[in-house]
C-alpha cells in the first residue's frame, strides 16, 4: 500500500480529530505550493489569502461571507500551523477521553465562528483599529483549539499533562496562563488574533459550563456537523446471510415428512395399483426415483 493510499486510509477511518488535522495540513501544503506558483509567475500571492482569509472590515465580508469558516483551516507560516496542530492533537484526545468526536467538531467549528466574530467586532468597534482596518485579516486555527483547551480545562480542571522541563502541571493553569497572556497581548501587533484567541475561549467556557448543567447547546448543530462529515466516513459493504433458527431440527422435519407421503404412495401401490395414484402421488414417485 502506497503513501497516499495509507493517507486516505487514515483519514477515512479516523475520528473527527484526525480529520481535523488533516484538512489543515492539507490546506496548508495547498496554499504554499500555490504561492510558489504565484510567485515564480511574479503575481502577488497574498491576494489567494485574502479570499480565504477572514477579513476585518464588515463591508469586505459581505462580499466574502465563506471566510468565517474557511479562515480557521487556513496557515502560511510552519510555526503558526506547528503550533496549532501539536495543540488542536494534544487537548482533542484529552477531550475524546470524557466526550464524543461529534461535540469535539462542533467545539472546533463554533469556537472559530465565536473568535472570527470577537476579532470584526474589534476592530469595528474600537476606535484604535480604525486606521488599521482595511488591510487587517484573521487566519489559524488558533480560536478553535484555544476553545477545546479552555473547555476541557473547565470539564476536568485537575487532569494533569507532563511538559517537558517542567514535570506534571493541571491542565487549567495551562488554560489560565493561556488567557493571562492573550489579555496582555491586546496591545501587541497581533492585537486581533489576541481578540479572536479570547473569542474562542469564551465560546469554550460557555460551552462546557452549560453541558456540565446539563444542557447541550450545540446539540443541532453536532448533528448537522456530523452529517457533513459522514460523507467522508469509509462506506462498508453490507452482506446478508439468511440463517434458520434451527438448521438441523428443520432438515430433518423435512426429511421425515417426505418419508411419511412416500410410505403412504407405496401402501397405496401395495393395495390398490400404481394405477389408482394420483397426479400428485405419482409426481412424489418420480421425485424420489429422481434422488436415487
Given at each position: 500500500m502506497g503513501?497516499?493510499?495509507?493517507?486516505?486510509?487514515?483519514?477515512k477511518n479516523g475520528t473527527y480529530l484526525t480529520k481535523l488535522i488533516y484538512i489543515n495540513i492539507a490546506i496548508w501544503v495547498i496554499v504554499r505550493l500555490v504561492f510558489v506558483c504565484y510567485s515564480l509567475s511574479g503575481s502577488d500571492g497574498s491576494l489567494m489569502l485574502g479570499w480565504l482569509a477572514?477579513?476585518?472590515?464588515?463591508?469586505?465580508?459581505?462580499?466574502?461571507?465563506?471566510?468565517?469558516?474557511?479562515?480557521?483551516?487556513?496557515?502560511?507560516?510552519?510555526?503558526?500551523?506547528?503550533?496549532?496542530?501539536?495543540?488542536?492533537?494534544?487537548?482533542?484526545?484529552?477531550?475524546?477521553e470524557y466526550h464524543n468526536q461529534q461535540k469535539l467538531l462542533s467545539l472546533y467549528i463554533l469556537g472559530g465562528l465565536s473568535g472570527g466574530l470577537a476579532f470584526m467586532m474589534a476592530y469595528n468597534w474600537l476606535p484604535v483599529f480604525h486606521e488599521r482596518i482595511i488591510n487587517s485579516q484573521l487566519l489559524g486555527a488558533s480560536a478553535s483549539v484555544i476553545a477545546i483547551v479552555i473547555a476541557i480545562a473547565v470539564y476536568v480542571p485537575n487532569h494533569?499533562?507532563?511538559?517537558?522541563?517542567?514535570?506534571?502541571?493541571?491542565?487549567?493553569?495551562?488554560?489560565?496562563?493561556?488567557?493571562?497572556?492573550?489579555?496582555?497581548?491586546?496591545s501587541g501587533d497581533n492585537a486581533g488574533g489576541n481578540f479572536a484567541h479570547l473569542g474562542g475561549a469564551v465560546w469554550g467556557w460557555i460551552y462546557m459550563s452549560q453541558l456540565m448543567a446539563g444542557r447541550n447547546i450545540t446539540g443541532r448543530f453536532d448533528r448537522i456537523t456530523d452529517t457533513f462529515f459522514s460523507w467522508f466516513r469509509r462506506r462498508r459493504k453490507l452482506k446478508i446471510k439468511y440463517n434458520s433458527p434451527n438448521p438441523d431440527y428443520e432438515?430433518?422435519?423435512?426429511?421425515?415428512?417426505?418419508?411419511?407421503?412416500?410410505?403412504?404412495v407405496l401402501d397405496k401401490i401395495g393395495k390398490s395399483g400404481y394405477d389408482s395414484l394420483t397426479f400428485e402421488e405419482r409426481e412424489i414417485l418420480f421425485k424420489m426415483g429422481r434422488k436415487k
Open positions: 503513501i497516499i493510499d495509507e493517507i486516505k486510509l487514515s483519514f477572514l477579513p476585518a472590515s464588515f463591508e469586505l465580508f459581505i462580499s466574502r461571507p465563506w471566510t468565517i469558516l474557511t479562515y480557521m483551516f487556513l496557515h502560511f507560516e510552519l510555526l503558526h500551523i506547528l503550533f496549532n496542530v501539536l495543540w488542536l492533537y494534544w487537548f482533542g484526545k484529552i477531550f475524546l494533569l499533562i507532563h511538559l517537558a522541563f517542567i514535570g506534571p502541571v493541571k491542565i487549567k493553569w495551562i488554560a489560565f496562563v493561556s488567557v493571562i497572556l492573550y489579555v496582555i497581548s491586546l432438515y430433518n422435519r423435512k426429511k421425515v415428512s417426505q418419508q411419511h407421503e412416500i410410505n403412504q
